[in-house]
Each structure stands twice: as structure tokens, then as C-alpha cells.
């Protein structure tokens, strides 16, 4: 099953990126044997400033036709790691070929596409910035496929 975030606005090098490129780095390496990944990220920009409506607009381009959609937003459901984990393999198991994740900008995601979404996750009731949120994604996604194999660094 084919992973890609998609999200608004470019992260540029730092730390951040560094974190990214690593956590999902090793999800590909460890999902593989899963049939997970692989992981890519779809960054959108709305250069004209139109707000949520527009990045909505350019997020659903984004999104690969026929991809189970979830959305990264506070009013989802909390999950844990390995609620996450079988989530992600339940979706794997029924034959999903692609899932996207989905990240919006600083206002969060427009209404209309949070409601056609299947499934709508948070990292917990407080607001985190967006692009630490796709640090947070890309652990969890490796932390869930070390989790479905049996490795060690899950521990509860």
C-alpha cells in the first residue's frame, strides 16, 4: 500500500526535513517486507493566498485517484501507536492500493474536505504547527510498520 502525504507548503532544509527524510527512510525500509510504502510527499503551495478553499482545491489534486483519505485534524480520532499501527494494516489487508494523509496549512483543513475524508486523525486535543505534525506523521508511520513486524522499538 502506496503512502503519500499530502501537504501545504514547502519545507525547506533544517531539522525538520532531516526528521522526515529519516522516519520515512525507515518506514520504507521496514514496510517493504509489509507490503507498506512506499512513502512520498506531495507538498502544495497556494500562491495567490486563497485560503483553506484553495489549498483544498490543490490538496485534492494531489491526491491519487482512488486513495483512502485521511486527515491530520484536532477533531479526529486519538489513537494509539498501536490502534495506528492496525489501522494502517487494516486498510493494507482490505486491498487499499494508496492512502493519503492529509496536512493542511496553518488554518487547517476546509470543511468539505475533512467531510470527505474516511477517516480523520489527531495527534491529541492540543493545536500543533503543521509542520511538525509531518515530523509526528512520518514517526508513527515507521513506529506502526516496526509495530506490524514485531520489531523492537515500540515499547509499551
Request: charged content about 30%.
Amino acid at each position: 500500500m502506496r503512502v503519500h502525504i499530502c501537504v501545504v507548503g514547502r519545507l525547506r532544509a533544517g531539522p525538520e526535513k532531516d526528521l522526515i527524510d529519516d522516519y520515512l527512510k525507515r518506514f520504507d525500509r521496514t514496510g517493504r517486507a509489509l507490503g507498506l510504502g512506499p512513502a512520498q510527499i506531495l507538498e502544495v503551495e497556494d500562491k495567490k493566498n486563497g485560503g483553506m478553499a484553495a489549498e483544498a482545491a490543490l490538496l485534492r489534486r494531489a491526491i491519487p485517484d482512488g486513495s483512502l483519505i485521511c486527515v491530520l485534524d484536532e477533531r479526529g480520532r486519538v489513537e494509539s501507536s498501536p490502534d495506528f499501527a492496525n489501522r494502517l494494516g487494516g486498510w493494507r489487508d482490505q486491498g487499499r492500493g494508496d492512502v493519503a494523509f492529509v496536512i493542511g496549512g496553518a488554518d487547517g483543513i476546509a470543511k468539505d474536505l475533512r467531510k470527505d475524508a474516511d477517516h480523520a486523525l489527531s495527534f491529541g486535543k492540543m493545536v500543533w504547527p503543521h509542520m511538525m505534525v509531518r515530523v509526528m506523521l512520518a514517526e508513527q508511520l515507521y513506529r506502526a510498520a516496526s509495530i506490524l513486524s514485531g520489531g523492537p522499538y515500540h515499547r509499551v
